[in-house]
C-alpha cells in the first residue's frame, strides 16, 4: 500500500464511520482514530509521509471554517467571560502546570522544552468537541461554549508553544519579547482576516454564479492561514476572524442556490477531512512505537504523569471558574451561555479531548537547535504527546455518551422550540407585511389578495403548526396532508420525465451537455 492508497483507504473510513458511528452510538473521529491505530498495527501500511510543518495549514483551515459557519460572532460576543476563561485562561494554567510536572518527572528536560509540550497538550481539539458533544444531543448552551472554546484555545496554545521551541532552540527566553510576540500575532491576524473577509465579500457579489462562490469559500480559509502565518501572525485566529465576518456580513438573503450548495457541500468537506485527521493521529502510532522500543516502561509512566495532569487540572479549573461564571452572570447577560448544574460542568470537563492539533505541533517540533545540538527530549515529547491525545481520544470520547446518559443532561428542547416559534412568527408577520407594501403599489385582485394572505399565514404554521388555532390547526392538517399527496404524485411523475431523459442521453444522436441541461431544470424544479 503506497501513500495515496493509504490516503483513499482513510477518505472510506471518514464515509462509513459516520453511519456505523451512529449506529454503535459512538463518535465518528473516535472511530477513525481507532482505524488509524489499526491500519498502523499491519506491517504492509506504510508509515505516514506527511511534513510535519503541513499537517496543520492542511487540516486546520477548513475544519475550522467548517465549524464557525454553525455559530456567529454575536454568540461569541455574548459568551466572552467563559471563552476566556477557558481558551485562555485555561490553556495557560495547564500549559505551566504540564511543564512543571514534566520537568520533574522527565530526566534531562529543560524547562523551555516542557513549556512546549505543555501548549501543545494544553489545548482540546475543536473538530473532537464539536463532532463529539455536538451528536449527543447535549444542551445547547454547552456545545457554544465548548465550540467557542475549541475555537479560540489553539491561537493561545500554538503562540506559546512558538515561543517555548523558539526559547529551546536558542537557549534565549525574553519574557517582554514573548509579550510583544504574543499582541502582534493576534493584531496581525485580526487585520490579515478582516481584509480578507472583506475582499472575499465584494468577489462573491461579482463572481454571481453558486458554483464559483463555494468554491471561492474553499479557497478563503487556507489563504487566510497562510498569509497570517507569512506576516507572522496567527493563522488560526486569521481563518477565525475571515469566517465570522463572511458569516455576519457576506449573507445575502435571497441566495437560496448558494446557501443550499455551501451547506451541503462544507458538510461533505467536514466529513472528510475530519476523518483524514483523525484517522492520520491513530496512524503516528508507528512514530510512538520506535521512539518507545526499550524504554517503554518510563515513557509510559511519564505520559500517564502528563495525561492525569492535564485531565485533573481541567475540573480543577472547571470548577472555580464555572462558580465565578454564575456569580458574574446577571440578568442584562441574556445571551450568555453557562453551566447550570454541577453535571454539566462535569460533563464539559470530559469532553476536554485533544486531537490532531496535539500531534501535528508535536510533529513539528525541529530536530536540531541552533548549535547543531539535537533538540531536547524529542522523541520522549512526541511520545507523551501522541499518549495525551490517543488517551483522551479513546477513553474520555468513548465514554462521553455512557456519561451524559448517567448523568442525564438533556438538551432543553423546550426552550428551542419556543424560539423557534418567535421566528415563525416573525417570518409570516414580514410576509405580511410585505403583501400589504406590494398592495398599496399594485391593483391586486381581492381573491388573489386574500390567497397571498393565507400563503404569509402557512408560511409560519408550516414552520410551527402550534401558531394555528385548533380548527384552522385541523384544516391546516388536512391541507398539509392533501399538498403532501399532491408532492408525492408529482415527485414520481418528475421521477419519470428524468429517467427518460436520462435514457436519451445514451442514445445515438444526443447532446450530454443538453441532456444535462434538462435534467438541471427537472432537478431544480424537484428541489422547488
Known amino acids: 500500500m503506497d501513500q495515496l492508497a493509504l490516503l483513499f483507504a482513510l477518505l472510506l473510513g471518514a464515509v462509513v464511520s459516520v453511519p456505523v458511528g451512529e449506529r454503535l452510538r459512538l463518535p465518528a473521529p473516535v472511530l477513525m482514530t481507532v482505524l488509524g491505530i489499526v491500519l498502523a498495527l499491519l506491517e504492509f501500511v506504510p508509515n505516514v509521509d506527511v511534513p510535519p510543518d503541513l499537517i496543520l495549514p492542511l487540516l486546520l483551515p477548513p475544519l475550522l471554517y467548517a465549524a464557525v459557519r454553525r455559530t456567529s460572532w454575536r454568540q461569541f460576543a455574548a459568551n466572552v467571560r467563559p471563552i476566556l476563561l477557558l481558551a485562555v485562561a485555561l490553556v495557560f494554567v495547564t500549559t505551566l502546570c504540564v511543564a512543571v510536572v514534566a520537568h520533574a518527572v522527565v530526566p534531562g528536560l529543560p524547562l523551555a ?3 512546549a509540550l505543555g501548549a501543545l497538550v494544553a489545548p482540546p481539539d475543536p473538530v473532537a468537541a464539536t463532532a463529539v458533544a455536538g451528536k449527543l444531543g447535549l444542551p445547547r448552551r454547552l456545545v457554544s461554549i465548548l465550540e467557542g472554546e475549541g475555537l479560540f ?7 506559546l508553544y512558538h515561543v517555548a521551541v523558539a526559547a529551546a532552540v536558542s537557549g534565549t527566553f525574553s519574557p517582554w519579547r514573548a509579550g510583544l510576540d504574543l499582541v502582534l500575532s493576534a493584531v496581525v491576524a485580526i487585520a490579515v482576516g478582516l481584509v480578507l473577509g472583506w475582499g472575499t465579500d465584494k468577489l462573491m457579489g461579482l ?3 453558486p458554483a464559483l462562490q463555494v468554491a471561492l469559500t474553499l479557497l478563503v480559509p487556507f489563504a487566510s492561514y497562510v498569509l497570517a502565518e507569512e506576516l507572522h501572525g496567527s493563522g488560526v485566529l486569521g481563518v477565525l476572524v475571515t469566517a465570522l465576518f463572511l458569516v455576519e456580513y457576506a449573507t445575502d438573503a435571497d441566495d437560496v442556490m448558494v446557501r443550499l450548495a455551501g451547506h451541503t457541500f462544507w458538510d461533505i468537506v467536514d466529513t472528510l477531512v475530519t476523518g483524514v485527521a483523525f484517522g492520520l ?7 510512538a512505537v520506535e521512539t518507545a522500543a526499550g524504554h517503554w516502561g518510563e ?5 500517564g504523569v502528563v495525561v492525569a495532569v492535564v485531565v485533573l487540572v481541567r475540573l480543577a479549573w472547571l470548577l472555580p471558574a464555572t462558580w465565578v461564571t454564575k456569580r458574574l452572570h446577571t440578568a442584562r447577560d441574556v445571551g450568555e451561555d453557562i453551566p447550570v448544574s454541577w453535571r454539566e460542568t462535569v460533563v464539559m470537563w470530559w469532553s476536554g479531548m485533544r486531537g490532531v492539533a496535539s500531534v501535528a505541533l508535536a510533529l513539528a517540533i525541529p530536530l536540531e537547535t541552533d ?3 539535537a533538540f531536547p527530549a524529542r522523541g520522549e515529547i512526541v511520545f507523551i504527546a501522541f499518549g495525551v491525545v490517543l488517551a483522551t481520544l479513546l477513553v474520555q470520547g468513548l465514554t462521553l455518551p455512557w456519561l ?3 448523568l442525564g443532561v438533556r438538551g432543553d428542547s423546550g426552550r428551542e422550540k419556543e424560539f423557534e416559534r418567535r421566528l415563525a412568527v416573525r417570518a409570516a408577520r414580514a410576509a405580511k407585511r410585505r403583501l400589504r407594501e406590494i398592495e398599496q403599489v399594485e391593483d391586486l385582485p381581492e381573491e388573489l389578495s386574500e390567497q397571498m394572505l393565507r400563503r404569509s399565514f402557512d408560511i409560519g404554521v ?6 394555528a388555532e385548533d380548527e384552522r390547526r385541523e384544516a391546516y392538517r388536512q391541507r398539509a396532508r392533501r399538498l403532501k399527496r399532491v408532492r408525492r404524485i408529482e415527485g414520481e411523475m418528475l421521477s419519470a420525465a428524468r429517467h427518460e431523459v436520462l435514457t436519451a442521453r445514451s442514445e445515438q444522436g444526443a447532446d450530454p451537455e443538453v441532456v444535462d441541461r434538462v435534467l438541471r431544470h427537472l432537478d431544480v424544479r424537484s428541489l422547488r
Open 113 to 115: 522544552a516542557a513549556v
Open 153 to 159: 484555545n489553539d491561537v493561545t496554545a500554538i503562540v
Open 207 to 209: 463572481l454571481g454564479d
Open 281 to 287: 493521529v491513530g496512524l503516528e502510532l508507528h512514530n
Open 299 to 303: 515513557l509510559l509512566t511519564w505520559a
Open 371 to 373: 548549535a547543531g545540538d
Open 404 to 406: 451524559v446518559n448517567r
Open 462 to 467: 408550516r414552520i410551527s403548526p402550534d401558531l
